[in-house]
């Protein structure tokens, strides 16, 4: 494998699909998980346990809208407990300040809002819904009143790009102590939209300088998170610091995932959390072993000097674009497939966003086909 196996820092609590917004870039797959399937919050707070016996030192309250379900505050109250650094990752529709209240009461340590444009009309076509831009400004400020440390995330791509400079105004006037700037990454919901949302190389340079100096700017008053977009890189990057590393994900089900995309790819097994503990699924679940390490490497990556900073980037991604998930990413300027990343990065329409929708009773396979 390379080098002994690490511990995870962070878990990424899924603890529903459920969200009102539509974002056509969702990380969500494309078949949701039903409410009716989601574990509970005694399950939740038995993960958390576990996490923190793992050696986990974050976990990111994320969904779908993880204020969406009704014991939000209890399964907070346990991760707390458990002495885990909560994070909120929230659209901020649906949140009353007195739900922000309870939960800065129950623990929570940080809050991470969405932003979909600096623009309130673009912001709410994008996120499809009316007067969403206005409720997250309002829950910013909240968050702030309350005394509790905000980010403010946007996912950048065609429809937005051209303000990169507004949203880091913005999310400074809002007191942000961090932004995010997160060009959307191409799996399940964003795949299905890439033409749409795919900038143009022209747009992601400009907007790479504007980061620099926006950058020299803020100095001291906002941290700015920025890289180059996959499409526009030489080299991949280490996809959540490599498979089976850093990270993991729990479904709201209760399934365990390397990575939030990571369904995509046919035949691995994961584990739940129902049948299994944590440390278990970690150590030996098949689906975390399979692109453990670099023993799973083809070529070039397998003789590559990189292959221990990059793992030879996304799995899905590769799996996406080449058919095969043991191939190197072609992001990777050495990848035999790289001139298809360049022939996407050229290839933009103007059809309507295929909308992220919560309808995981009703979504047949027709339906997943024709989406993803
Ligand atoms: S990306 Fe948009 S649709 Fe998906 S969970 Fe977040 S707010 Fe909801
Ligand atoms: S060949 Fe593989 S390991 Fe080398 S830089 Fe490209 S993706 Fe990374």
Request: charged share 20%; aromatic share 6%.
């Amino acid at each position: 494998m390379g080098e002994p196996l690490m511990h995870p820092l962070g878990l990424l609590a899924e603890v529903t699909h459920r969200c009102p917004l539509g974002c056509p870039y969702c990380s969500n797959p494309i078949a949701l998980e039903s409410r009716a399937d989601e574990i509970d919050a005694v399950t939740w707070a038995r993960v958390f346990a576990e996490a923190a016996d793992l050696g986990v030192l974050q976990v990111h309250l994320s969904g779908g809208e993880p204020t969406a379900r009704r014991d939000i505050v209890e399964i907070t109250a346990a991760a707390h407990s458990a002495r885990l650094y909560t994070n909120l990752i929230t659209s901020a529709v649906g949140v009353t300040e007195k739900m922000l209240a309870a939960l800065a009461e129950a623990g929570l340590d940080h809050v991470q809002i969405s932003i979909q444009d600096a623009n309130a009309a673009s912001a709410d076509r994008i996120a499809g819904y009316d007067g969403a831009y206005v409720r997250k400004r309002a829950l910013a400020a909240a968050v702030v009143r309350l005394g509790i440390p905000l980010t403010v995330n946007a996912v950048i791509h065609h429809a937005n790009i051209d303000r990169i400079a507004d949203v880091v105004d913005q999310a400074v006037a809002l007191s942000a102590s961090r932004v995010e700037i997160a060009h959307v990454q191409y799996y399940g919901w964003a795949l299905a939209n890439r033409a749409k949302l795919m900038p143009t190389r022209q747009q992601v340079e400009h907007a790479v300088d504007r980061v620099e100096a926006l950058r020299e700017r803020y100095r001291g008053i906002i941290v700015i998170d920025a890289v180059v977009p996959d499409y526009f890189a030489r080299y991949p990057k280490a996809c959540l610091g490599g498979w089976g590393r850093r990270s993991l994900n729990v479904s709201p089900s209760g399934k365990v995932l390397p990575c939030h995309a990571a369904e995509t790819i046919p035949g691995l097994e994961f584990w739940s959390v129902r049948e299994h503990s944590l440390s278990d699924i970690w150590h030996s679940s098949p689906a975390f072993n399979t692109f453990r390490g670099t023993d799973w490497m083809k070529e070039p990556c397998a003789g590559c000097s990189r292959r221990l900073e990059d793992f030879g980037g996304c799995r899905c991604q590769a799996l996406a674009l080449t058919g095969d998930a043991r191939a190197t990413d072609p992001v990777c300027h050495l990848s035999p497939y790289h001139d298809l990343v360049a022939d996407l990065a050229e290839q933009r329409d103007e059809a309507p966003y295929i909308y992220r929708r919560f309808r995981a009773d009703r979504t047949t396979a027709a339906e997943i086909a024709k989406v993803g």
